[in-house]
């Protein structure tokens, strides 16, 4: 797998997530050996996974190679041992409602940061959820106050996921980016901005989980393509599934499309460098453009 960061730099940084690890073996493998290679940025942990916190050592070596953003992965539907999920449309409509139970929900965030750091051994570079949950409407505003609580220090305050669609008629699958996208994006990304945290611009990634390498790799060029300076795609890649992985064949396909000789020219033909987000951030705090990624963003277009 050649390593795609020894190369020139391009002129627009993009940050790209490995969501789940923690969740099994096939994720942490394809994860770890993907950093080493410098083809993703970024990995966020659900820290109440069965693999975790036992595979923390292997990302903390990965992350030695090249810099990778390690954050949580805040999960509030997916069942895992000791863990109780719940639907996400319930889970939508509790939190449209402002029906959770507000401190019940803090402490679920707490545990969860707690099990992170217990394993990372330093506070999470970012934070976002799993099924995007971390910006509807009553989680977003109990996250946000356990974290301020907890990182008081504005120099050293994680970034958040937001998942704003990016404009543009050629996004793959637009309808699900939108639905995505209007469950909190902009309100998470200009409620934070106000309090002085700061995102990526946009999210790319979103498809059905349901096509071939050819087909996936035909996505990933469509979002290279619209991507701009400070975006972030996800991403779900695994060596190998467990049979109660619903998204495990598509995983395995992402896998090998990743992993695969063709990435760096498609990187190459979009202008693109694969870069922690994490320094993005920090070089435009430095020029006097703090929060500049979430300040000025606008509502959401079609």
């Not at 390593?3 to 730099?9: E, G, N, T, V, Y």
């Not at 036992?54 to 069942?79: F, I, K, M």
């Not at 545990?111 to 999470?124: C, I």
């Not at 400070?230 to 090998?256: F, K, N, Y």
Request: glycine share 8%; net charge neutral.
């Amino acid at each position: 797998m050649p390593d795609i960061l020894a190369s020139p730099r391009p002129c627009k940084r993009l940050a790209v997530c490995v969501d789940d690890y923690g969740l099994h073996a096939g994720i942490d493998e394809a994860s770890t050996q993907l950093a080493r290679a410098g083809r993703i940025s970024a990995v966020s942990v659900m820290s109440d996974g069965p693999t975790w916190p036992a595979s923390a050592p292997a990302l903390r070596d990965a992350a030695r190679t090249h810099p990778v953003d390690v954050g949580l992965h805040l999960n509030l539907t997916e069942a895992l041992p000791g863990t109780a999920g719940e639907p996400l449309p319930r889970v939508i409509l509790r939190a449209g409602l402002h029906l959770f139970d507000a401190r019940a929900l803090r402490r679920r965030i707490e545990q969860q940061l707690d099990r992170f750091e217990a394993g990372w051994g330093a506070a999470p570079d970012h934070v976002d959820g799993h099924q995007h949950v971390h910006q509807l409407a009553q989680v977003r505003s109990v996250l946000l106050e356990a974290l301020e609580a907890r990182y008081p220090d504005t120099a050293r305050r994680p970034w958040l996921r937001a998942s704003r669609a990016p404009a543009g008629a050629d996004l793959p699958l637009r309808r699900k980016a939108d639905v995505i996208s209007w469950l909190g994006a902009v309100e998470l990304q200009r409620g934070a901005a106000r309090r002085g945290w700061q995102s990526n611009a946009h999210l790319l990634g979103v498809y059905g989980f349901d096509t071939d390498a050819a087909g996936y790799r035909a996505l990933l060029q469509r979002w290279f393509a619209l991507a701009q300076d400070g975006d972030l795609l996800m991403c779900h890649p695994a060596s190998h599934a467990p049979a109660g992985d619903v998204i495990g064949t598509a995983r395995q396909v992402e896998w090998r499309v990743w992993q695969s000789d063709t990435l760096p020219e498609d990187l190459a033909r979009s202008g693109l460098q694969i870069t922690a987000l994490r320094n993005v951030l920090a070089e435009r705090s430095s020029s006097g453009a703090s929060g500049a990624v979430l300040a000025a963003a606008p509502g959401h277009q079609n």
